[in-house]
């Protein structure tokens, strides 16, 4: 069965300062996807981010990057430029095949404050 | 982002109430989902509509009836609910509902089950 661990509940970091929040899962498929969604104080889910598991390039959107390790099951987002916008609870998330849909499996989550 | 909606965006419920959560995307998709998400639990998905077809139906208690009239709307119809069953329930569209896709969330409904 297919898993996705945060090991990380809170992470806190300064404003305009970096920050990498990690993910490792398990699965025993090749080829598949991967997500960072962010869920802020208004609750809404929001995709921050995807990786495609054949692409040997790690994923960018503007100051959001992922640092992904295929061998070691690992899928890292780095937040550059930190802002106070960026508080929320992140989510990593692996999208498992069942029967004609898709199941995203999530990780517990990780909360991110951003100190002014 | 407008794309899927959902109302309410509250309820507080008895555990002899009947109600109903709804959501709707604007996003020509095809494939819709509802999320329960509980504190300090992740998110499980509930079920699954492809083409107006539930595909998947997560072991959900019976108590919980979904419904898609077309592949626009979604409704998760709740009764004798519990008060275990206070949660944000999250509404999800993708595509096709193939594991390449990208699902698309809505504000969820806050429910509370007195």
């Known amino acids: 069965a297919q898993t996705v661990t945060q090991s990380q509940p809170e992470m806190s970091v300064q404003e305009a300062e970096t920050v990498t929040l990690s993910c490792t899962y398990d699965t025993s498929e090749s080829d598949y996807y991967l997500f960072w969604y962010k869920q802020p104080p208004s609750r809404q889910m929001i995709l921050v981010i995807r990786q495609e598991a054949y692409k040997q390039q790690n994923a960018t959107e503007n100051r959001f990057s992922v640092n992904f390790q295929k061998a070691a099951k690992s899928f890292s987002l780095k937040i550059s430029d930190s802002q106070l916008g960026d508080a929320a609870m992140y989510f990593c998330a692996f999208p498992h095949a069942i029967q004609g849909a898709q199941k995203l499996v999530f990780g517990q989550g990780t909360r991110l404050t951003i100190n002014p | ?114």
Do not use: I
């Open chain 2, 1 to 114: 982002e407008t794309g899927v909606t959902q109302t309410p965006r509250h309820l507080v419920m008895g555990m002899t109430n009947k109600k109903s959560l709804k959501c709707e995307q604007h996003l020509g998709h095809n494939a819709m989902y509802w999320y329960k998400q509980s504190a300090k639990k992740p998110l499980e998905l509930m079920f699954v509509y492809n083409f107006k077809e539930q595909t998947e139906n997560n072991s959900v208690p019976s108590r919980f009836s979904p419904e898609c009239p077309n592949s626009s709307h979604l409704f998760l119809h709740l009764h004798t609910l519990q008060p275990e069953d206070s949660a944000l329930y999250l509404c999800a569209s993708s595509q096709t509902g193939q594991y390449t896709d990208t699902q698309y969330f809505g504000p969820g409904t806050r429910l509370t089950v007195l």
